[in-house]
């Protein structure tokens, strides 16, 4: 058996207990996050321009920033996360 398959079978099945508002959650907080983490790191990368709204990297960060509120902050992700994993 390869490796992976029993990490992708207990994956499977720990899925299958987790509820799907709080898997859904656990996505839009990761997705949230890494944008951010991502756009912070280009801004870093460019330097002074990074804030000069003349490069797209300056649009980029504000549009993630957007997307970390907009798809709910990340304290409501956790406690839905959690209220999902107790209630389970």
């Known amino acids: 058996m390869p490796a992976g398959a029993a990490s992708r079978r207990r994956l499977a099945s720990a899925s299958a207990i987790v509820a799907p508002a709080a898997e859904a959650s656990a996505c839009k907080l990761y997705a949230a996050q890494a944008a951010m983490e991502v756009a912070l790191e280009a801004v870093q990368l460019f330097g002074g321009n990074g804030y000069v709204a003349e490069f797209q990297v300056e649009q980029l960060c504000r ?18 996360i959690a209220r999902s994993l107790l209630a389970g």
Not at 65 to 79: N, R, W
Request: proline content about 0%; hydrophobic content about 40%; glycine content about 6%.
């Open 63 to 80: 549009n993630a920033k957007v997307l970390q509120i907009y798809a709910g902050t990340d304290e409501i992700q956790v406690s839905q």
